[in-house]
């Protein structure tokens, strides 16, 4: 009875400290944060998480972004991601992303919050709506010249 106790202890250990590769991070950033609604919105959502990895505020690599603890959303390191189209989709995506493509209008964006929300900051530019989110780079107040998030924009990134 010991040992069968013993593997599963040390089945349960080896569960904790699952190790996630870069790619696997992004295409969790990408299908839970932007809703899995476009190619235009995961790409924008990966473009954040590549702004935040070379930035040098952050951590350096796609999986210490993702995984930060209340930067994206709750259980984006545990949850089953299921919706079979929506997990080739983000595939391509993520993979498209970690070789260099960025969506053009993120820029050096490195936050964004879902595009029905209204913030009361005054250091909020904003730079794209797409993909159901509001991508915006904090700047000085006195250097703002977009302080609401635009109309959406969606199809502009290549397939």
Same mark, same amino acid.
């Given at each position: 009875? @010991?040992?069968p106790a013993m593997l599963l202890g +040390?089945? +349960?250990l080896a569960a904790c400290g699952q190790r996630h590769s870069e790619l696997d991070c992004m295409e969790r950033a990408m299908y839970f944060e932007s809703n899995r609604s476009s190619r235009d919105g995961m $790409?924008?959502? *990966?473009?954040? %998480?590549?702004?935040?990895? &070379?930035? *040098? /505020?952050?951590? !350096?690599? %796609?999986c210490g972004v993702v995984a930060q603890k209340g930067q994206f959303a709750p259980g984006v390191m545990s949850r089953d991601m299921t919706e079979a189209r929506s @997990? /080739?989709?983000? /595939? &391509?995506?993520a993979t498209s992303v970690l070789r260099g493509e960025r969506h053009p +209008? $993120? !820029?050096?964006?490195?936050f964004f919050h879902a595009a029905s929300y209204r913030a009361g900051y005054n250091n909020m530019h904003y730079t794209v709506t797409t993909g159901g989110n509001?991508?915006?780079? =904090? =700047? /000085?107040? &006195? +250097?703002?010249t977009q302080p609401a998030p635009m109309p959406p924009v969606e199809g502009i990134t290549r397939r």
């Open positions: 009875m @010991k040992i +040390l089945a +349960l $790409v924008a959502v *990966g473009s954040v %998480v590549m702004n935040r990895v &070379e930035s *040098g /505020r952050y951590p !350096g690599s %796609v @997990k /080739r989709l983000t /595939r &391509e995506a +209008l $993120v !820029g050096s964006a490195q509001a991508f915006y780079e =904090r =700047r /000085r107040p &006195e +250097l703002v």
